[in-house]
């Protein structure tokens, strides 16, 4: 088992799974990213505020596709649908279970979305 790192995730989720929704995400991949996301957020917010305008605002865009895929992913990893990812959407109690789904530890063997990242043997990406 390789372990992933903050370069290992951004590479995945910005290139090679950009807009992939099918299979699974480990735990790290998903953080990781969620880190980056983040990171995306608060430079563009200051350029925003710098800036007096909105627009660069629009540069978070690119980042909303390969955060919704790997959260996909991540829940596919714990054995849940994707669809699941609309529990955030509960006023209060949503985003607080939302992110405890996305804690739970992964699926050790095959299921339904393929084989376990973590499987020995499998390459990170």
């Known amino acids: 088992m390789t372990s992933m790192s903050f370069a290992d995730a951004a590479r995945i989720c910005l290139t090679a799974k950009y807009a992939t929704f ?4 480990r ?6 990213f969620s880190v980056v996301y983040m990171i995306a957020a608060v430079v563009v917010a200051g350029i925003c505020l710098a800036a007096g305008s909105v627009l660069p605002g629009i540069l ?5 596709v390969p955060m919704l895929s790997v ?4 829940l596919h ?7 699941r990812m609309l529990i955030a959407l509960i006023p ?12 739970v530890d992964s699926v ?3 299921n339904e979305y393929g084989p376990s990242p973590k499987a020995v043997g499998q390459p990170v990406g």
């Open 71 to 74: 959260s996909v992913r991540r």
């Open 22 to 25: 099918s299979g699974r995400a």
């Open 77 to 83: 990893d714990t054995g849940r649908s994707g669809w």
């Open 60 to 64: 978070l865009l690119l980042f909303i």
């Open 108 to 110: 050790p063997a095959t």
């Open 27 to 32: 735990r790290a991949e998903y953080w990781w």
């Open 92 to 103: 209060v109690a949503g985003p607080i279970l939302y992110l405890v789904g996305m804690t």
